[in-house]
């Protein structure tokens, strides 16, 4: 093909879907400091739906008004809990999450709940949450229950989950930090910082090339909401290998926490088999 015929052949309709999508990455990125990294393996057709999404989304979120979650369902009428059966709660629910989803609107549970008092939340509490009044076919909303009823009990147990987890791998450590109190309690008694604490998890997690967690679980959590404090047992054993020698970690682990202003739980003092601070 001579160049003469290249410059005068016809787009194809994957060019020409290309050739705008790049056009509306450069007006996002002018007006809206949206960043794009290429991505060749994306159709072009998919791209520009998701494209034509994020544009109407910046379009409306910026004079966007607020309504209730009720007002977005077109203000249902649902009886109270205490004038409901549990069986008549789990048919009323099933009906309120269909008229939820007809909107885009979704509720998950990290922990199973009863049906009842997920009923309840809908109707009493989630109702009243505001949301943005965003009019974009396809937009999903999910709302989490424990973000609105906090568990502590499951909160302990992920933080000291992550961490061990996190130390005894050789990824996400740059997020070790983000489970500890700014004042850490060693074995001597003695409070270093976090900084130095973090120093020797990763210490501890460089002594051997891999390791393989068996059981982490039995959680005994006890609060004192007074003080904002819990201790915690719970049972650890893992094994760690280096070249073909591997050693085995078993028993209990203990550990203290600090629910900070913001309403995490940090920790403050911990020991597992073969690790302290």
């Not at 409901?84 to 008229?99: G, I, P, S, Y």
């Not at 009990?153 to 933080?159: H, K, M, R, S």
Request: hydrophobic fraction near 40%; charge should be negative.
């Amino acid at each position: 093909m001579s160049k003469s015929d290249e410059g005068n052949r016809e787009l194809s309709r994957e060019e020409k879907l290309h050739m705008g999508n790049e056009i509306e990455k450069l007006k996002l990125s002018a007006f809206n400091d949206a960043l794009f990294f290429s991505n060749n393996k994306i159709p072009a057709e998919i791209e520009s739906e998701w494209l034509n999404y994020i544009t109407q989304f910046e379009e409306q979120a910026g004079n966007v008004d607020q309504i209730t979650v009720s007002e977005r369902l077109g203000n249902p009428e649902f009886p109270s809990i205490e004038k409901l059966t549990l069986n008549e709660a789990e048919k009323m629910l099933d009906k309120v999450q269909k008229l939820m989803a007809e909107n885009g609107l979704y509720l998950e549970t990290i922990v199973e709940m009863p049906a009842a008092e997920i009923y309840r939340f809908i109707i009493e509490e989630l109702f009243q949450h505001e949301i943005d009044d965003l009019k974009i076919e396809g937009l999903q909303t999910c709302f989490i229950y424990e973000e609105f009823h906090p568990n502590d009990g499951l909160d302990i147990e992920q933080t000291l989950d992550d961490f061990i987890r996190q130390t005894l791998s050789s990824d996400f450590r740059d997020y070790l930090d983000m489970h500890l109190a700014e004042s850490i309690l060693n074995s001597k008694e003695e409070f270093i910082s976090k900084e130095k604490a973090v120093e020797k998890a990763i210490a501890f997690g460089d002594l051997y090339e891999h390791f393989t967690i068996e059981k982490l679980e039995d959680f005994d959590i006890k609060i004192d909401e007074e003080q904002m404090r819990s201790s915690v047992t719970f049972q650890l054993s893992f094994t760690a290998v280096s070249g073909d020698v591997s050693h085995c970690f078993e028993g209990t682990a203990r550990a203290t926490l600090h629910k900070g202003n913001l309403g995490y739980w940090n920790i403050v003092t911990l020991e597992f088999p073969g690790f302290n601070f």
